[in-house]
C-alpha cells in the first residue's frame, strides 16, 4: 500500500479540521464525508520538484487578519508543500475571464490527477487569483466544496455575486455554472471535489483543472 508523507498527511488532516469547522451546508458535509473518508486509503505519490506561474507572486499577500486557528494551522501546513505543486492555468472557453485572466489565475491540484497523491477519486486543490480580476464561468460533473481563505466574491447557478468572507464555505452541485473574482486584494481558496470514480477514467465534463 503506497504511503503519505508527513507533510501531505498534516495538510490532509489540518484541511479536515477547518472543512469540519466551516462546512455547514448538510450537502457540502456528507460530501466532505466522503471525501476525508477515502483520504483514509493513500494513493500514489508523484515524486519531484514543483513549478510556479506569474500569479504565484501574490501568495505572500495572502493575510488571514481575525480568521480562526484552524484556517491559520491548514495556511501554514499548505506552505509547507507549496514548492512542492505543479501550478497550472486554465482555458477561458466561455469569454467571461477578465482581460489579466492568462498570468493573473493559478491552480495547484494537491490530491488527485496531477497532484502530489495522484488519484481519481478525491481532488483537492487551491486557486489564486490576482486583485481585480475575473474568473471564467465554468462547470464541471463533479460536486465541490468551497474553504475561503481570503475576501473575494463568488457565482453559482442564477445567483447575485455574493462573498463568503475568510473562512467562508459552500458547496456547488453536479454541474452547475460558477465563477469568482478578486477585489482589491488577490483571492485564495481551496475546494474538495468528489467524483466518486476510482477505475482511471477522468469524469470531468468541461474541464481539465478544477475548480
Not at 466532505?32 to 505572500?60: D, I, M, N, T
Request: aromatic letters at 8%.
Amino acid at each position: 500500500m503506497a504511503e503519505r508523507g508527513d507533510q501531505l498527511q498534516l495538510l490532509v488532516d489540518a484541511a479536515q479540521a477547518a472543512f469540519d469547522k466551516h462546512a455547514h451546508d448538510p450537502r457540502a458535509r456528507q460530501s466532505l464525508g466522503q471525501v476525508f473518508s477515502a483520504l483514509r486509503v493513500p494513493g500514489e505519490q508523484r515524486p519531484g520538484k514543483g513549478s510556479r506561474l506569474p500569479a504565484c507572486q501574490f501568495l505572500p499577500m495572502i493575510s488571514l487578519g481575525a480568521g480562526s486557528q484552524l484556517l491559520r494551522d491548514l495556511q501554514s501546513r499548505f506552505q509547507s508543500i507549496e514548492p512542492l505543486l505543479t501550478w497550472r492555468r486554465r482555458q477561458d472557453t466561455s469569454g467571461t475571464a477578465s482581460e489579466n485572466f492568462e498570468d493573473g489565475h493559478a491552480n495547484a491540484m494537491i490530491i488527485g490527477p496531477g497532484g502530489l497523491e495522484e488519484r481519481n477519486d478525491v481532488w483537492f486543490g487551491a486557486t489564486l487569483m490576482a486583485p481585480n480580476m475575473r474568473y471564467p464561468d465554468h462547470d464541471h460533473a463533479p460536486e465541490e466544496v468551497y474553504l475561503v481563505m481570503s475576501e473575494g466574491e463568488f457565482q453559482h447557478g442564477g445567483s447575485a455575486w455574493f462573498s463568503p468572507g475568510i473562512g467562508g464555505s459552500f458547496y456547488n452541485s453536479p454541474g452547475i455554472k460558477h465563477a469568482m473574482r478578486s477585489t482589491q486584494k488577490p483571492l485564495f481558496a481551496f475546494w474538495m471535489l468528489r467524483p466518486g470514480r476510482s477505475d482511471g477514467s477522468n469524469p470531468n465534463s468541461s474541464e481539465q483543472v478544477p475548480p
